[in-house]
């Protein structure tokens, strides 16, 4: 452990190989080690920018080893709220997030379209275009990034041509904010972005600071000029770039712009596409797949290699799941078992107490769906946001318990947050009193434009009422929704 540290905390970067063979030693299996080496360089490289101080402190060495033994590791970064303006069905609404956010509210209230925005942002910090975002993108005949739902076309609301959507982070203890307006009138474009940081009263970069004059705004051949922090303090440093991607990506490396412009532009941009959407498909899961897969896949098709490889890591894996799934799949469940075919692909069986064997083929649609939610849960990358449609989908109400129980758990546990959308009254009775005080009703009402949203802890009365009539009642009698 202790050369491990060594060579992340010299001050050549290390190399991925040593890494992962120091990290073999502790017992890994050759991929997991590699998949944690990889996730330790780059960490060295976010560290180093954002906290160059800390390198050379044992405390690095501690933490060094924790991230690549343990999955306990907390990561200090989080989505606090984001707030839409005249995005699909907002006009202008701030929505709150904790660490778990249950999503709960009518049909067409304005819950996806939520989910919608927070895509856009994992768009926008992967360097896609806003035309692209938008409209998807294809590389090679092979789609590499589906379109948002309505395109372009009904991306803003009703007849306007403008949306805005203001995110608030909290990154390594600091509150980051990032606000990104765009036009989609008639080329989709950025006609406005900033980004701030802390106390600061003014932004790190922004294209609409007073030093800009006559200059700010979208200008010739669609480029935005952006007023950038200076070295020394005094006059903004401009640059000026294309307004149609967004700046995060674009700012250029000069010794008169304070370095921790882009300490801050690259740290958000790595928070906001680490965002997941799990759209658990139980067809997909049923086939062999690779067994060197890295990763689940946000359709879970990967379960069969990742459970292998969890298994293969650490015995304590194997019991944990076993004893989750067994809560879950009546009769009950002894072991689990691999098979593997002669060109390294992989099948899951699960083994009953009878003996019988049951391969992934054959299991049931809420047998894969729960798994694939359990699987994402406990693999997801410490710091990492996942997104879950109508989590109650194909599980009978006694399991949704459980499931509430194991997302309740992660969001504490590894520093993972959730946001998830359900229409179960099961699945809010299940909540402890802290998640159901932080769940989110949206809903609409003819004498207010747009959809209203309010965090269930902020409604009048909601603690007392909820403990006198139960939850579950007040959501299916619509009380939430006339609270608001
Ligand atoms: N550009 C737009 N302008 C105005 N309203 C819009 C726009 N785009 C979408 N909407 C509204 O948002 C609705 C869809 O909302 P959304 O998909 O978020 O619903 P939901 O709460 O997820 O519902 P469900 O529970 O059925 O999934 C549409 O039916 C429409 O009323
Ligand atoms: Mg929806």
């Known amino acids: 452990m202790k050369r491990l540290a060594g060579d992340l905390l010299g001050e050549r970067p290390p190399r991925l190989a040593n890494i992962a063979r120091k990290i073999r030693e502790t017992g890994l299996a050759p991929d997991t080690a590699e998949q944690r080496a990889r996730g330790l360089v780059k960490w060295r490289q976010q560290l180093l920018e954002s906290q160059p101080e800390m390198f050379g402190g044992a405390s690095l060495a501690r933490e060094a080893v924790e991230f690549a033994t343990?999955?306990?590791?907390?990561?200090?970064?989080?989505?606090?709220?984001?707030?839409?303006?005249?995005?699909?069905?907002?006009?202008?609404?701030?929505i709150p997030l904790a660490p778990l956010t249950l999503f709960v509210g009518a049909n067409a209230s304005g819950k996806s379209n939520v989910l919608d925005a927070i895509r856009f942002l994992q768009?926008?910090?992967?360097?896609?275009?806003?035309?692209d975002i938008l409209r998807g993108r294809h590389e090679g005949g092979r789609e590499v990034w589906p379109p948002i739902r309505g395109g372009a076309a009904e991306i803003s609301r009703g007849e306007t041509t403008r949306f805005g959507i203001?995110?608030?982070?909290?990154?390594?203890?600091?509150?980051?904010?990032?606000?990104?307006?765009?036009?989609?009138?008639?080329?989709?474009?950025?006609?406005?972005?900033?980004?701030?940081?802390?106390?600061?009263?003014?932004?790190?970069?922004?294209?609409?600071?007073k030093t800009l004059g006559t200059q700010a705004g979208v200008g010739v051949g669609h480029s935005l000029a952006v007023a950038l922090e200076r070295n020394k303090g005094g006059r903004r440093v401009t640059q000026r770039h294309s307004a149609m991607s967004s700046l995060l990506g674009q700012l250029e490396r000069t010794d008169n712009v304070k370095r921790?412009?882009?300490?801050?532009?690259?740290?958000?941009?790595?928070?906001?596409?680490?965002?997941?959407?799990?759209?658990?498909?139980?067809?997909?899961?049923?086939?062999?797949?690779?067994?060197?897969?890295?990763?689940?896949?946000?359709d879970a098709r990967n379960i069969s290699p990742i459970v292998k490889q969890l298994c293969d890591t650490n015995a304590d894996w194997r019991d944990r799941i076993?004893?989750?799934?067994?809560?879950?799949?009546?009769?009950?469940?002894?072991d689990l078992d691999f098979v593997e075919t002669e060109l390294g692909d992989v099948m899951l069986i699960l083994v009953e107490e009878d003996g019988t064997r049951i391969s992934a083929r054959s299991l049931s649609d809420g047998t894969l769906r729960f798994m694939g939610?359990?699987?994402?849960?406990?693999?997801?990358?410490?710091?990492?946001?996942?997104?879950?449609?109508?989590?109650?989908?194909?599980?009978?109400?006694?399991?949704?318990?459980?499931?509430?129980?194991?997302?309740e758990g992660v969001t504490a546990d590894r520093g993972i947050q959730v946001i998830a959308t359900t229409h179960s009254p099961t699945v809010l009775a299940a909540l402890?009193?802290?998640?159901?005080?932080?769940?989110?009703?949206?809903?609409?009402?003819?004498?207010?434009?747009?959809?209203?949203?309010?965090r269930l802890g902020d409604l009048p009365h909601f603690a007392e009422v909820a403990q006198r009539r139960g939850v579950e009642r007040l959501f299916s009698t619509g009380w939430l929704e006339r609270a608001m």
Not at 75 to 89: G, H, N, Y
Not at 175 to 194: F, G, N, S, T
Not at 195 to 201: C, I
Not at 391 to 399: C, F, K, S, V
């Open 432 to 454: 402890s009193q802290n998640s159901l005080q932080n769940a989110v009703v949206f809903g609409r009402v003819p004498e207010v434009a747009g959809t209203q949203a309010r």
């Open 166 to 209: 203001r995110s608030s982070w909290r990154i390594d203890g600091e509150h980051v904010e990032h606000r990104l307006e765009c036009d989609i009138a008639k080329i989709p474009c950025i006609i406005r972005e900033a980004l701030s940081v802390g106390s600061a009263k003014l932004p790190l970069f922004d294209t609409h600071a």
């Open 373 to 407: 939610q359990l699987i994402a849960l406990i693999t997801a990358s410490p710091g990492s946001l996942l997104l879950m449609e109508e989590i109650e989908n194909g599980l009978h109400p006694q399991r949704l318990n459980l499931l509430v129980e194991l997302l």
């Open 123 to 131: 768009g926008v910090a992967s360097d896609l275009t806003i035309s």
């Open 260 to 298: 921790r412009v882009y300490q801050w532009t690259s740290r958000l941009q790595d928070v906001m596409r680490e965002a997941t959407f799990l759209d658990i498909r139980p067809s997909q899961m049923r086939g062999y797949a690779p067994a060197q897969a890295f990763e689940l896949g946000a």
């Open 322 to 334: 076993v004893s989750w799934l067994s809560e879950l799949c009546a009769p009950q469940l002894r």
């Open 70 to 94: 343990g999955y306990r590791r907390r990561v200090d970064q989080s989505l606090v709220s984001l707030a839409l303006e005249d995005f699909k069905s907002f006009v202008d609404v701030e």
